[in-house]
């Protein structure tokens, strides 16, 4: 069952959550950290630039998996680990993340994922992370099974 | 990619000029918010947010502007942003803040208002 936590949150479309169907994908696992963010940042955009999208197509990219990121690691605010999974086929890049509580413990003085106290109130900055997506890439939404969320979106490289 | 973040403030004809440079996200918002929320302390109630320093920014970043927008808004003053980066203008567009906040391409045009 498919259930959207957030009734805010508006898909692109009535898509379910897409699958690898055997296309090739990068991973990444990282410290569900502020500070690591840069990291999902930084694969997604090398691998849609090595896919041949474009620099304004990896700028909104960066963007976009920033955003995928934000979503699901308000999950693990108190540690846990963002796991990233992008895949290319000829014409489009799709970036899967979710969260897992555990492992990484966010014992530093890092800031957590999420809203930044004093700033907007969290449903605010929530429905601008929603109109962000829903410019920058062809398909995006959530889908939440056995306690963990997975973000999702789909982006087409332009012809 | 330049990933270096730097916030200065200068004032210009009496009004404080918040210089941002570099990538604005979920680990450097709260720097910014603490600058602007300083200003605001301090009796400023209009302030300039430069931008045109930025390389990237997110919805977090959009979060910390709104909230020092609201306090100024609050205080009797407003705050204004300079930009001219078409991937940072993008952002304000798509969210729509750009009818939200006063928006300059240069510094002297958003101090004179």
């Keep these: 069952m498919t259930v959207f936590p957030f009734p805010q949150w508006r898909r692109s479309d009535d898509e379910p959550m897409p699958t690898l169907e055997g296309n090739e994908s990068v991973e990444l696992r990282f410290p569900a950290r502020a500070d690591r963010l840069v990291l999902a940042r930084l694969v997604t955009a090398s691998v849609a630039a090595a896919a041949g999208f474009d620099v304004a ?28 999974r992008i895949a290319t086929t000829g014409s489009e890049v799709t970036v899967w993340c979710f969260a897992e509580h555990g492992e990484y413990d966010d014992n530093d003085d890092a800031p957590t994922l999420g809203p930044v106290p004093g700033g907007a109130p969290p449903s605010v900055t929530a429905e601008l992370s929603e109109r962000i997506l829903d410019a920058l890439v062809d398909s995006h939404g959530r889908s939440r099974d056995h306690g963990t969320t997975t973000a999702w979106f789909r982006k087409r490289r332009q012809p | 990619v330049d990933q270096v973040f730097e916030v200065n403030v200068a004032p210009h004809h009496g009004i404080p000029v918040v210089s941002v440079a570099g990538e604005v996200d979920v680990a450097t918002a709260p720097t910014l918010r603490d600058r602007l929320q300083a200003q605001v302390a301090q009796g400023h109630s209009t302030l300039v947010v430069d931008l045109i320093g930025v390389t990237f920014l997110d919805s977090t970043a959009l979060g910390v502007l709104v909230g020092a927008l609201k306090r100024c808004r609050d205080a009797g003053g407003d705050l204004r942003l300079v930009a001219r980066e078409p991937r940072v203008l993008k952002v304000f567009e798509i969210t729509g803040l750009n009818e939200v906040f006063t928006m300059s391409d240069t510094v002297e045009k958003a101090v004179l208002g």
């Design chain 1, 57 to 84: 197509e990896l700028d909104d990219l960066r963007l976009a998996v920033d955003e995928l990121c934000l979503a699901v690691g308000e999950e693990v605010a108190g540690g846990g680990t963002l796991w990233l």
